[in-house]
């Protein structure tokens, strides 16, 4: 896991007291700091999205996204999955 969130109580009263940062794990540093664990959730799951990935063969032949396993044909297949987003590793 690259990514993780920290949760402090270092907020104040209005923020129920309550902090929530994102952490790189690879280069032990935080990305951000946010009141609320929807937000800090979203933005791990972006950053992780980033992070390159091989797609897997399928028994047709054809590749998948290793993230939501869909197809990749030729229309929704660049450098990344037309369904969930996730940065794909181009292959020849």
């Known amino acids: 896991m690259k990514y993780q969130i920290h949760e402090s109580e270092k907020g104040s009263s209005y923020t129920s007291g309550k902090e929530f940062a994102v952490y790189d794990c690879t280069n032990r540093e935080y990305i ?3 009141f609320s664990k929807d937000i800090a959730m979203k ?3 972006a950053l992780e999205k980033q992070v390159i ?3 897997e063969e399928s028994i047709y032949f054809v590749d998948l996204c290793p993230k939501c396993k869909r197809f990749l ?3 929704n297949f660049r450098n990344y ?4 987003g996730q940065k794909l590793e181009i292959v020849s």
Request: glycine content about 6%; overall charge positive; some cysteine.
């Open 32 to 34: 951000c700091v946010t």
């Open 73 to 75: 044909t030729g229309n």
């Open 53 to 55: 990935m091989k797609p």
């Open 81 to 84: 999955c037309s369904y969930c």
């Open 43 to 45: 933005i791990k799951e």
